[in-house]
């Protein structure tokens, strides 16, 4: 809950480790069985979907979105938005 409301803000393992009262290597362990992802892993792929959901249901520009879901940088954005999903978030937009 605390990734989904504070998408936009640079968050490390330990913020978080902290906020859920557990230590750094606690916190990466359940992740891991819960998830399947590392902290950083999970909270990239968080950003990434809730980006895609304000590309395909907004008319925000493609840099409001990077910096609502935490790049400083579009094309650091647009990058991971490649990786991510195979596709640019123009193209992403586009196939909406």
């Known amino acids: 809950a605390h990734i989904e409301r504070h998408a936009a803000r640079p968050l490390q393992v330990a913020d978080l480790a902290r906020?859920?009262?557990?230590s750094v290597p606690r916190l990466h362990?359940?992740?891991m069985a819960e998830c399947g992802q590392t902290p950083m892993d999970y909270l990239r792929s968080r950003r990434l979907h809730m980006a895609l959901g304000l590309l395909?249901?907004?008319a925000l520009a493609i840099g409001e979105i990077?910096?609502?879901v935490g790049y400083a940088s579009q094309s650091?954005?647009?990058a991971a938005m490649l990786?991510?999903?195979g596709a640019s978030p123009g193209a992403l937009r586009r196939a909406a």
């Open 66 to 68: 990077a910096a609502r």
């Open 83 to 85: 990786r991510e999903f």
């Open 29 to 31: 362990a359940r992740f």
């Open 56 to 58: 395909r249901e907004t």
């Open 19 to 22: 906020i859920a009262e557990l």
């Open 76 to 78: 650091a954005f647009s």
